[in-house]
């Protein structure tokens, strides 16, 4: 089975634009968790998505939104980049809803540097 | 909300010996504990889950404890080899009040030959 795949892995961008991240979950997975993972902070969760619904979000502002198709394929865009925003950007998926199984898949992260 | 502690500091252990990591947390009662491997510039790795009913699990060379009581899990590595230097992240499911999934900043373990 494949794994969990994320791109890109590496983007640059400015403050001020947006970006948007992608994840494939492995193939049967309807859970996707979205986690920001900094030197400061550790790994935070952002929020998951199951079945195309948001059931979690972390506390997180509301520049950082995702979603997820019928594909379970999932993105998440963050809007007016910040530097604080810089960070690895990781992609997790479950065969159940988090607290269910509780096994998470991750991915290699896409690593996110604002300038 | 619920708060996870590990040992920010570096573990340092000669190969062969056996190394223990300590994970503690506060205002939660879960229903389970993971660990989860990190390695550098990679994504964490599942490694072991320990329910509230269970006190101990094992893994091959891992073992867990769960003391709900003192509200600590303990992470071993018996005859720990150089390729077991990673990050070690404790990690509990969201709470019934508070839905987010939690993890600790985790501990680095090195192990020397």
């Known amino acids: 089975k494949a794994g969990v795949t994320q791109t890109p892995r590496y983007l640059i961008k400015t403050r001020g634009q947006q970006v948007t991240l992608s994840c494939s979950p492995i193939?049967?997975?309807?859970?996707v968790s979205w986690y920001q993972q900094t030197p400061g902070q550790g790994l935070q969760f952002l929020f998951e998505?199951?079945?195309?619904?948001?059931?979690n979000k972390g506390n997180f502002p509301g520049r950082f939104s995702g979603r997820q198709f019928s594909n379970s394929r999932s993105e998440m865009n963050v809007s007016t980049l910040e530097l604080g925003d810089s960070a690895l950007y990781l992609c997790?998926?479950?065969?159940?809803?988090?607290?269910?199984?509780?096994?998470?898949?991750f991915g290699p992260g896409t690593r996110l540097t604002v300038t | 909300s619920q708060k996870i502690e590990q040992n920010s500091e570096a573990l340092n252990i000669q190969e062969g010996k056996t190394a223990t990591l300590t994970c503690n947390y506060t205002?939660?009662?879960?229903?389970?504990l993971q660990w989860y491997r990190q390695d550098p510039g990679r994504g964490p790795v599942f490694l072991l889950l320990?329910?509230?009913?269970?006190k101990e699990k094992r893994k091959e060379r891992l073992k867990v404890t769960f003391d709900t009581t003192l509200k600590q899990s303990l992470f071993h590595i018996t005859a720990s080899q150089p390729a077991d230097s990673a990050t070690y992240l404790c990690?509990?499911?969201?709470?019934?009040?508070?839905?987010?999934?939690?993890f600790g900043r985790g501990t680095s373990l090195i192990v020397h030959p």
């Open positions: 997790a998926s479950s065969g159940s809803v988090w607290g269910s199984t509780g096994e998470q898949y």
């Open positions: 193939s049967g997975h309807r859970s």
């Open positions: 998505y199951f079945s195309e619904t948001q059931r």
């Open positions: 205002n939660y009662s879960p229903a389970y």
């Open positions: 320990i329910r509230e009913n269970e």
């Open positions: 990690a509990l499911p969201a709470s019934g009040g508070s839905y987010i999934p939690t």
